[in-house]
């Protein structure tokens, strides 16, 4: 697209507005907030801000190759032509004359121009955040799919999920199980050993109880607590425990955790993806009751 204001002499400066709406208006007011965001910067280094934190105007200014919108599953970017266009985002109050809820909206709004009197040439990128969508566009974009900090554990995550789907079982319920499952045996040595590890320190609990229970009423700072510390270390030495035994595997377990959470938070493809009886979005919430108590919160 190319916008531009002429006075018969001269061009103006144009802004170039996305004034709100953007975003899933399936979701509820309250969730929209926190996952509508402004976003800008490059395709290999992206800068997100919550509509939440978003009270007054910011002004970015440029070069930005790309600035827009975004929620959990679709964008709206603008890529200009020339990247030192400056971006401006805000809130503004939005009532359609029909609206009978108290409280009015305020989305974002997302502007793109500047004080350079010239023809504002961008082009818009309006779509859904599927990677193979992302990847496909020139610059690439699927960085706007933010798997966060272990993104080397979601994307194979990610990658293994639609390989489940696409040649086991067409469905992406149960490829989310046979995956839990998978990652479960994958990660099970590691869970033994740690579960090993919590037996042992149980069989020597009773005599560190002891050693503490003799120098418990020395101050922190005192030097016998060193002494205390150096017997304890002793009773480890002579059972062959390793203190930090149940607690490193756990932190190898905290990517994969993390990561799994990421795909299932942030794929598009679980959007309105049925699973078997009452789950027919396996994006949304259960909203399943029984005996007026939400399904998810009784034990197994």
Partial sequence: MEVSVFDGQ????????????????????????SVNRAV??????VTTVSQSKVSGDRLIPGPLPLAGLEDRYFVAIFLPDFPELAFRFGRRAWAPPDWKEKEQPRPLTAMLGGPLAQPLG???????????VLRGEKPPLDRLVDFGWFSVVAKPLFIGMRYIYDHWVHNYGWAIVILTILINLLLFPLKLKSIRSAQEMQKVAPVIKAIQERYKQYKFNDPRKQRMNQEVMKVYQEHGINP????LPQLVLLPF???FY???DLSIELRHAPWMLWIRDLSAPDTFHLFGLPLPILPP
């Fill in 262 to 264: 990421r795909v299932l």
């Fill in 40 to 45: 800008y910067g490059t395709p290999e280094d």
């Fill in 10 to 33: 001269h061009y103006l400066p144009v802004e170039v507005a996305w004034p709100g709406g953007f975003g899933d208006q399936s979701l509820p007011p309250r969730l929209r907030d």
């Fill in 122 to 132: 961008f082009r818009l990128f309006v779509a859904p955040k599927d990677l193979d």
């Fill in 244 to 247: 930090l035994g149940g607690c």
């Fill in 257 to 259: 955790l993390y990561g």
